[in-house]
């Protein structure tokens, strides 16, 4: 700002960039959550029987092409993936998304979102989500970072798509 009131080209540069910043945020937001269709695919080939047989998962981003998965990285500890764990994963990760727009429509710009997803599978269901936040939220109140981190565990798609138990263990950094 300049003495006479008149603010000069960097301020009005970084005032644009905020609220354009802001805008496409919330303009992003709102078309998650307002009506767009989004689809995304996966497939799984799986060939033989269900202890001995062999299957591969590939998504439509490609950034899991023919992952091998198998009855032993499924129930067991073996190489390979498993479905539980592509559960828990989009889970952290829609969680983390979602709570980093709970954060900014709030006000805050988080440093660091670090989600852990543990899902626990008995009798053939996932039965919990459980989600394990550190997180570095500057300026932000306890109080104000437990509102926004159950709003956002109760509101990411993927909680809401979930019949398990959710439950989440935050933990703001200073």
């Given at each position: ?5 008149r ?20 303009y ?80 805050y ?66």
């Amino acid at each position: 700002m300049l003495p006479n009131g008149r603010m000069n080209r960097a301020a009005i540069i970084g005032v644009m960039y905020h609220g354009i910043r802001h805008a496409t945020l919330t303009y992003l937001h709102n078309l998650i959550l307002k009506g767009t269709i989004m689809k995304r695919s996966a497939t799984a080939v799986w060939k033989g029987s269900g202890k001995e047989g062999k299957g591969v998962l590939s998504v439509q981003s490609g950034v899991l092409k023919e992952q091998p998965y198998t009855y032993v990285s499924r129930f067991e500890q073996g190489p390979g993936t498993n479905p539980e764990e592509l559960v828990a994963a989009a889970h952290a990760g829609c969680f983390a998304m979602k709570l980093s727009f709970v954060l900014g429509n709030a006000g805050y710009t988080p440093e660091r979102l670090d989600v852990t997803c543990t899902v626990n599978l008995d009798q053939g269901a996932i039965i919990e989500s459980h989600l394990e936040l550190k997180a570095k939220v500057p300026g932000i109140s306890p109080e104000k970072f437990a509102e926004c981190a159950n709003e956002a565990k109760a509101t990411c798609p993927i909680s809401k798509s979930l019949t398990a138990k959710i439950t989440l263990d935050a933990k703001l950094e200073a």
